[in-house]
């Protein structure tokens, strides 16, 4: 079936929904991205998202030409035209067409772009017995080269990333940061449980600070366990008791298996099937 896709000021049908080749997104990946997910027909933390979009535009001095409420309400409304209650929300703006050059002042009409479809979901085997996943050799842009922070449409270093993890029959894959410290997931944040706390890398380590993770971090408080962020090593994953992933897509999903050494158990550990369903519980509250 088509999808209707919102485009700048209205919704077109999937085949009206078309850029420019001269839209520096296409020529240079100049733009900032959201992907959400709605849940009974709401976004799931619409204006943390939102919020973030924003804050990668200013990041790439990209002026976004709608107010935070019209794109809050074309998210809403592009879900509804496609009659999608339970969701994926692809929401992009872009430089916009220019000329042949980066200079991002020769660009004009900075698109906003709402796509809608189902969500394609990983297999149910994999929250039940975990992922298995490697260390990429591609190591996470330094902050100083390109924040990590900002949502680009330039995911190249994670495609990098990504590569290696399918060549290795993996569907994610762990990056480091240029110090050889843990950073995240190409598409997912990590979090490990070690010694009965919980721990995350911090935004210093050179990750996207996923909604999800704040989520889990926030649920993990309120059900009584230690979270914190910190600098953490290989060594510390290798030998960590439990191992999960968040992200939009993923939601929490256990990592059992890190570059051939068997985490904790070798199986889904117990802090991790708590906050999965106490994550499960918040979406659908
Ligand atoms: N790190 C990176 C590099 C990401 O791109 C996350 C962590 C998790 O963040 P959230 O806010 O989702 O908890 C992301 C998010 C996709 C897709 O289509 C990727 C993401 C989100 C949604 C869809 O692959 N990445």
Redesign the pocket.
Known sequence: MARIVFMNDRLVPEDEARVSVFDHGLLYGDGVFE??RSYSGRVFRLDA?ID?LWESAQAICLKIPLTKEAVAQAVNETLAANGLTDG?V?LLVTRGAGTLGLDPNRTKNPQVIVIADTISLYPREHYEKGLRIVTAATQRTQAAALS?RI?SLN?LN?IMAKLEGLQAGCVEALMLNHKGEVA??????IFVVRKGLLLTPPPDAG??E????GAVMDLARSAGIDCREATLTRHDLYTAEECFL????AEVIPVVEIDGRSIGTGRPGPVTAKLLAAFHALVRQ
Do not use: F
């Open positions: 992907g959400m998202h973030r994926y692809r990590p949502k995911y994670n995240e997931c190409t598409g997912d944040n990750i996207l996923g909604i999800t993770r968040t992200g939009t897509a």
